[in-house]
């Protein structure tokens, strides 16, 4: 069984060590890098084009907007979305043009560290060692590596006619508190897709690997083994 992890936005494979830690017992893991590419389809398409045939799939946040996409035009086997979106608004598209306005007046290291808190759970706000790991992680990316993803971000089309082709069992996770993405959008992906379940984790943001690993890999695995 092969298990191809898409990550989020700047996540390379230390957003998920607890996860592949305890999955690798069941599935040959590996990570799917996007950062070479400019638009989403371009993403997509190298996905789909490197998925080997009946493999699992498991997206975090655009990773798993990207994982929707390629779970429709192939044959995976089973789906793990987490802190997703499926609908594009104008203020989302908005929201990230502002990103590049703000990589360019006050650079990466200033941006990424205004924002990572924001993103977690309230309670982690003071969590000094998880923001500085993310941090640490997320400048490993150059500013125009994010560049390319804010620009594709900005042009993100919405799914509505995409879920419904996605044939393969889905789990939806959402962290209760994620700022970025509402139970609202969350329940949308569940419903949207034919064979779906949606799970909540309390007590946790938009990163539901790193501030509720124990949880997100518990549920991962008795995903997997249904």
């Given at each position: 069984?092969?298990?191809?992890?898409?990550?989020?936005?700047?996540?390379n494979?230390?957003?998920?060590?607890?996860?592949?830690?305890?999955?690798e017992?069941?599935?040959?893991?590996?990570?799917?890098d996007?950062?070479?590419?400019?638009?989403?389809?371009?993403?997509v398409?190298?996905?789909?084009?490197?998925?080997p045939?009946?493999?699992?799939?498991?997206?975090?946040?655009?990773?798993?907007?990207?994982?929707?996409?390629?779970?429709?035009?192939?044959?995976?086997s089973?789906?793990?979305?987490?802190?997703?979106?499926?609908?594009?608004?104008?203020?989302?598209?908005?929201?990230?043009?502002?990103?590049?306005?703000?990589?360019?007046?006050?650079?990466?290291?200033?941006?990424?560290?205004?924002?990572?808190?924001?993103?977690?759970?309230?309670?982690?706000?003071?969590?000094?060692?998880?923001?500085?790991?993310?941090?640490?992680?997320?400048?490993?990316?150059s500013?125009?590596?994010?560049?390319?993803?804010?620009?594709?971000?900005?042009?993100?089309?919405?799914?509505?006619?995409?879920?419904?082709?996605?044939?393969?069992?889905?789990?939806?996770?959402?962290?209760?508190?994620?700022?970025?993405?509402?139970?609202?959008?969350?329940?949308f992906i569940?419903?949207?897709?034919?064979?779906?379940?949606?799970?909540?984790?309390?007590?946790?943001?938009?990163?539901?690997p790193?501030?509720?690993?124990?949880?997100?890999?518990?549920?991962?695995?008795?995903?997997?083994?249904?």
């Amino acid at each position: 069984m092969e298990l191809i992890i898409v990550p989020g936005l700047g996540e390379n494979e230390k957003a998920f060590t607890h996860q592949i830690s305890y999955l690798e017992e069941l599935a040959q893991v590996s990570m799917f890098d996007y950062d070479a590419y400019d638009s989403i389809d371009a993403m997509v398409e190298a996905l789909v084009s490197q998925l080997p045939s009946g493999c699992i799939l498991v997206g975090h946040s655009l990773g798993g907007h990207l994982a929707m996409l390629a779970a429709a035009k192939s044959n995976t086997s089973k789906l793990i979305v987490m802190n997703s979106w499926a609908q594009t608004t104008d203020q989302f598209r908005k929201q990230y043009q502002m990103a590049i306005d703000a990589l360019d007046s006050v650079g990466l290291e200033a941006m990424l560290k205004s924002q990572i808190p924001l993103l977690m759970h309230p309670d982690r706000a003071s969590d000094t060692a998880l923001i500085d790991q993310t941090y640490e992680m997320l400048l490993e990316k150059s500013p125009e590596t994010y560049l390319r993803f804010f620009q594709a971000l900005t042009k993100a089309g919405d799914l509505d006619h995409i879920l419904p082709q996605i044939k393969a069992p889905t789990l939806v996770i959402h962290g209760r508190q994620d700022p970025l993405f509402s139970l609202k959008q969350h329940q949308f992906i569940a419903e949207k897709i034919p064979n779906a379940q949606l799970a909540i984790i309390e007590d946790c943001g938009h990163n539901a690997p790193t501030e509720q690993p124990v949880a997100t890999t518990a549920l991962t695995r008795l995903f997997l083994t249904l």
